[in-house]
């Protein structure tokens, strides 16, 4: 039975980064969406024009906006459980593929700002300020021994095509997403997947686990030899994933 991806890409990158996944979707007979969120690929908003998580998300919300009643498999990070919160019934399973999974408990930003409180500094990111005084806000963008480890395992020309489309992006923090939780009847309804890669250097893989003890899902999967970007290192194999993810809760 034909199925309804909706791609959404990671923190600084754009809908570039699933060139490889996409078409192999396609090819099983499915149809697949990606997104560029605001001022993220070729979206050409400036960073400064986002304000709260909403901006941010704008343009996902707008592609399940227009998609009809069909089963949705949606795979993204806190925009992507903010665009689940909004349309639940819309969204037969998210999938966070090593990302920041928010819960419903604290703001969606917790699990962000978490790690950044424990590890900012081996993190190698750039963060800087924008906003007001009154609604301060931070931009994020990864350095290079920090872009480099995300890629440790994916090839060479993966690693340069990222270092030249790699965009700065807004910094998940509590004042861009507000500090209440997502909700229990909106993203804590719809099924929740986590893949799990364990060679990941920029997420770590006990922080992985961390996320999914904090907010239990319906599954744990897991790719052998994949980095932070299983979609470059390990496309096959998530591909794998997602259509088995697909067949079973879409």
């Known amino acids: ?12 990158h754009g809908a570039w980064c699933w060139y490889k996944v996409k078409p192999m979707l396609e090819h099983s007979g499915h149809r697949v969406t990606v997104v560029d969120l605001t001022a993220s690929g070729v979206n050409m908003s400036k960073v400064e024009e986002i304000q709260t998580l909403e901006d941010y998300a704008k343009p996902l919300l707008q592609v399940l906006d227009s998609l009809g009643s069909d089963d949705k498999v949606i795979l993204g990070g806190i925009s992507a459980a903010y665009a689940a919160d909004m349309f ?16 419903t408990t604290n703001p969606p930003s917790y699990v962000f700002e978490k790690l950044i409180e424990s590890s900012s500094e081996e993190m190698d990111l750039k963060l800087e300020t924008y906003g007001t005084n009154d609604h301060p806000l931070m931009t994020v963008f990864f350095g290079p021994k920090y872009l480099k480890n995300m890629y440790l395992l994916s090839l060479i020309e ?5 270092k030249m489309l790699v965009r700065v992006v807004p910094a998940m923090t509590s004042n861009l997403t507000g500090r209440k939780s997502l909700t229990e009847e909106g993203y804590g309804s719809v099924t929740r997947v986590y ?3 364990g060679q990941d250097k920029g997420i770590s893989e006990e ?8 907010f239990s899902v319906k599954e744990v999967m ?9 979609m470059f290192s390990k496309p096959r194999e998530l591909c794998d994933r997602l259509l088995k993810i697909a067949d079973k809760y879409a």
Request: contains cysteine; hydrophobic residues 45%.
């Open 1 to 12: 039975m034909k199925k309804q991806y909706v791609l959404v890409h990671g923190g600084c």
């Open 158 to 162: 993966d690693f340069e095509l990222a």
């Open 207 to 214: 922080y992985q686990r961390w996320m999914i003890e904090n």
């Open 222 to 230: 897991e790719i052998e030899g994949a980095d932070h970007m299983p």
């Open 195 to 197: 893949i799990v890669c």
């Open 88 to 103: 639940p019934r819309k969204i037969s399973v998210a999938v966070f593929v090593t990302s920041f999974m928010p819960d």
